[in-house]
């Protein structure tokens, strides 16, 4: 027998067949069961009859026992062993995500650090062009001084020889022509704080999103894989259900018993991230598929069958279907899915996109190609008629 195995072979026999945990203060019965004290007790002032022991039926008419220092401390020992196991498992998982963490903050860092350089690098161009302009500007207008007072001693000298000759005629004076100035070129310190002093953060905030790993993926719904009473935006965003299919071209590709879709886009490798409105809706499934799941048959969604789904159901019970699948209780009605496919790991993440919440995680997802995957589910009239849409953020 392997050593896990031993392990748990004995902490089965120092668990209490009445409260299914370890003992706590055991006590031995003369029939050589052991339990905890105070489940014992309680058995017993629950019997209607004669106290007997749970586990073999013997008749205790005194309810008498006593305790089992050795098992105690047995069990002590064997508490304090797992704890400390799992202190050290939880400080190994801190630590790895303590890691991951700041990995992530040092990224934003160096984005946040690169595009202040790159705009104070900017900011400073523009403040050596405007100073060459203004330089430039200034020389030709000594330049246009100098000319001027050039002309005037040319004139002065032309005057001075008119004086003194009654002969020459006024016709003969030639003047210099003046050179031509402009005025010094306008410097708006509002045009420049207006392109600097808008909503700064806002503005880098949109740059960084370049910058963002994984960034949203603009997934478009797949018109090949959708069921026959489903209805396609033109432009491949929004998906809703109308009561009667309408005629199709070719059903090989299609969902026929279930009125899913999944995406054009599928993935092999990487980190992939993507959001879903979901709205108001009644009920809804979403996730991931397998590229090898039946679109022909109805299935239970779970991973076994090639799904990792997120589902609601009557407006407010959440449900991530595993299996067996696990009641979710979101803090608020979540109206935007995020859900992060990372197909290394093998890991489908789900969260509440308005402040990435985290709502569930399926792992060990294996598959040869994953597809994102919606069902806007039956729309039983006007109940649950609302579009489900693909976000899309706009660079």
Not at 169 to 198: C, H, I, T, W
Not at 250 to 269: D, G, P, T, Y
Not at 311 to 332: F, H
Request: hydrophobic content about 35%; charged content about 25%.
């Amino acid at each position: 027998m392997s050593q896990k195995n031993q392990a748990q072979s004995l902490r089965e026999e120092l668990t209490c067949a009445i409260c299914y945990d370890l003992f706590r203060d055991p006590v031995m019965l003369e029939c050589m069961h052991h339990f905890c004290k105070e489940c014992i007790q309680g058995y017993w002032g629950r019997c209607s009859r004669v106290a007997t022991c749970p586990q073999c039926r013997q008749e205790f008419p005194t309810q008498s026992f006593r305790p089992h220092y050795l098992v105690a401390g047995v069990v002590e020992t064997i508490r304090k062993a797992s704890s400390e196991d799992h202190s050290r498992k939880m400080q190994k998982v801190s630590g790895e995500l303590n890691v991951k963490i700041r990995a992530e903050f040092e990224h934003l860092h160096q984005v946040l650090e690169e595009e202040e350089r790159t705009v104070l690098m900017e900011l400073a161009r523009e403040e050596e062009q405007w100073v060459i302009r203004l330089q430039g500007e200034s020389a030709r207008l000594d330049q246009g001084i100098y000319e001027l007072k050039k002309n005037m001693e040319h004139l002065q000298q032309n005057l001075e020889k008119l004086r003194n000759s009654q002969f020459l005629e006024v016709g003969n004076v030639a003047v210099r022509p003046a050179m031509k100035v402009e005025a010094l070129p306008a410097f708006s310190p509002e045009q420049l704080m207006n392109k600097y002093d808008g909503p700064m953060q806002y503005i880098f905030w949109r740059r960084m999103l370049k910058s963002v790993s994984p960034a949203p993926a603009p997934l478009t719904f797949s018109p090949e894989s959708a069921h026959p009473n489903l209805i396609l935006a033109k432009d491949l965003t929004s998906v809703t259900e109308r009561e009667k299919p309408y005629p199709v071209s070719s059903i090989s590709r299609r969902f026929l018993k279930c009125v899913n879709v999944l995406a054009r886009q599928s993935f092999e490798n990487g980190r992939h991230y993507w959001e879903v409105w979901v709205g108001n809706k009644a009920k809804w499934d979403l996730g991931v598929a397998a590229g090898s799941i039946d679109r022909t048959a109805k299935v239970r969604l779970c991973p076994e069958n090639g799904y990792w789904a997120l589902r609601l159901r009557e407006n407010s019970e959440y449900w991530a279907a595993a299996t067996p699948q696990v009641c979710l209780k979101p803090l608020r009605l979540v109206k935007r899915v995020g859900v992060l496919l990372d197909c290394k790991e093998g890991k489908v993440a789900f969260y509440d996109a308005k402040d990435m919440s985290h709502l569930f995680t399926f792992h060990q997802a294996t598959a040869c190609k994953f597809y994102p995957f919606f069902s806007t589910c039956f729309s039983d009239g006007s109940k649950n008629a609302e579009p489900m849409r693909i976000c899309h953020l706009h660079l």
